[in-house]
Structure formats: structure tokens, C-alpha cells
């Protein structure tokens, strides 16, 4: 794509996310979307046949930046996993409670097969770069199935946060910090209580 047409994307993808953010995805039509990108609809029908290809477009430009943010330097360096687990539980509310379409787009009762799908597959690039990290940092023993662990407890997240959403149309810090509990309560049963840090 062009780098004009890379721009008109993103301006559409913003008009989208503002219009999520301010109503149910149910009253949002491809003519607001164009009205509020200040764009012809004909341009909107170019890139989207319909809203639901605008929210799919949507999902996953937030997962892109939530993977960017992933492979970037963590600071300070987790003394356990636990703490690793933590931290990006915290992080992950942060991002969701600062995008108020994205918490609805991930965490609505109303999404999509589509959105769905899209917000799985990057759930599971979540959880191999998570599983990147612990094996490069941590002297983890031999674990074949860590990414699968660290798989499902991201879905136990997930469903904690969307309880949330559903009550507070926002992760609470109550159920941020059950969210914490599960997960690593979860990786628990598979993963030694203490496991040192690979030297250097």
C-alpha cells in the first residue's frame, strides 16, 4: 500500500476507534466512519466492505502495537516469573483501560467471529513471545508444553477481564489483581516456585 493509502488507513482505523469508544459497535455504520474521517464514503469502501472488516482492520492494529510493545527491553528486570506474569497483567490493563475501543472490541459480549479470531491469533503470538522471554531469562527446566501453559493463562486472563468489562466497562484493579492470582496460581502447577535467573 501506498504511503498515502497507509495514511487514509490509519485516519479511517482512529474515526473507527473514536466511534467505539463512544458507542455500541451496533450504531456504527460505514457512512459515520467516513463522516467522522472527514472522507468521501466511496474512499471508506475501498478499504472496508462493511464495519465489520473496519473492526477486524481495528483489532489488529492494537495487536500489533500490543506485540511491538512485547519484543521491546523490560524494565526493570522481573526477579521471578511471578513477577514477569504480574507486570504484564498490569501493563495489559493499562493498554486496554487507556484504549477504550480496544476493551470493547476484546472484551464485548457482541464482537465478532472475525474480531474474535483476530484477537486469538494474537493471543498466541502473545504467549510465544512471553515463552520467548521466561526461556531467555530464567533458568527454566525442561518444559515442552511452557507455551501452552502460557497460552491458557492468558484465555484465564481474558475471561477475568471481560467479568470486568461486562460489570465496570473497565479492568478494575480488584479484578486486575484476580487476574494475577489466576494466572500464576494456573503456572503454578507446572512451573517450580523458584527458579533462578540465567546468568549473563
Same mark, same amino acid.
Request: aromatic letters at 8%; one cysteine or more.
Given at each position: 500500500?501506498?504511503?498515502?493509502?497507509?495514511? *487514509?488507513?490509519?485516519?479511517?482505523?482512529?474515526?473507527?476507534?473514536?466511534?467505539?469508544?463512544? *458507542? @455500541?459497535?451496533?450504531?456504527? %455504520?460505514?457512512?459515520? =466512519?467516513?463522516?467522522? &474521517?472527514?472522507?468521501?464514503?466511496?474512499?471508506?469502501?475501498?478499504?472496508?466492505?462493511?464495519?465489520?472488516?473496519?473492526?477486524?482492520?481495528?483489532?489488529?492494529?492494537?495487536?500489533?502495537?500490543?506485540? &511491538?510493545?512485547?519484543?521491546? $527491553?523490560?524494565? $526493570?528486570?522481573? $526477579? %521471578?516469573?511471578?513477577?514477569? =506474569?504480574?507486570?504484564?497483567?498490569?501493563?495489559?490493563?493499562?493498554?486496554?483501560? *487507556?484504549?477504550?475501543?480496544?476493551?470493547?472490541?476484546?472484551?464485548?459480549?457482541?464482537?465478532?467471529?472475525?474480531?474474535?479470531? /483476530?484477537?486469538?491469533?494474537?493471543?498466541?503470538?502473545?504467549?510465544?513471545?512471553? /515463552?520467548?522471554?521466561?526461556?531467555?531469562?530464567?533458568?527454566?527446566?525442561?518444559?515442552?508444553?511452557?507455551?501452552?501453559?502460557?497460552?491458557?493463562? =492468558?484465555?484465564?486472563?481474558?475471561?477475568?477481564?471481560?467479568?470486568?468489562? %461486562? @460489570?465496570?466497562? %473497565? =479492568?478494575?484493579?480488584?479484578? @486486575?489483581?484476580?487476574?494475577?492470582?489466576?494466572? /500464576?496460581?494456573?503456572?503454578?502447577?507446572? @512451573?517450580?516456585?523458584?527458579?533462578?535467573?540465567?546468568? $549473563?
Amino acid at each position: 500500500m501506498r504511503k498515502r493509502g497507509r495514511e *487514509r488507513l490509519h485516519l479511517l482505523l482512529d474515526a473507527t476507534a473514536e466511534l467505539l469508544a463512544e *458507542r @455500541l459497535d451496533e450504531d456504527i %455504520s460505514l457512512a459515520q =466512519i467516513a463522516e467522522r &474521517a472527514d472522507v468521501p464514503l466511496a474512499s471508506v469502501y475501498h478499504f472496508f466492505p462493511n464495519r465489520n472488516a473496519a473492526f477486524v482492520a481495528l483489532a489488529q492494529r492494537y495487536h500489533e502495537d500490543i506485540a &511491538a510493545r512485547a519484543r521491546g $527491553p523490560v524494565h $526493570p528486570p522481573p $526477579p %521471578s516469573w511471578q513477577e514477569y =506474569i504480574a507486570n504484564n497483567q498490569k501493563v495489559g490493563a493499562a493498554y486496554l483501560n *487507556r484504549n477504550p475501543a480496544a476493551l470493547r472490541l476484546f472484551m464485548g459480549a457482541g464482537v465478532s467471529v472475525e474480531v474474535r479470531n /483476530t484477537d486469538l491469533s494474537g493471543n498466541a503470538e502473545l504467549a510465544r513471545q512471553r /515463552t520467548a522471554y521466561l526461556r531467555a531469562t530464567f533458568d527454566m527446566p525442561n518444559m515442552p508444553d511452557l507455551e501452552k501453559w502460557v497460552a491458557v493463562s =492468558i484465555a484465564l486472563v481474558d475471561g477475568i477481564w471481560a467479568l470486568s468489562y %461486562s @460489570l465496570h466497562r %473497565s =479492568i478494575t484493579p480488584e479484578y @486486575l489483581a484476580e487476574s494475577i492470582r489466576c494466572a /500464576t496460581v494456573y503456572l503454578r502447577c507446572y @512451573l517450580p516456585e523458584i527458579v533462578e535467573r540465567r546468568r $549473563p
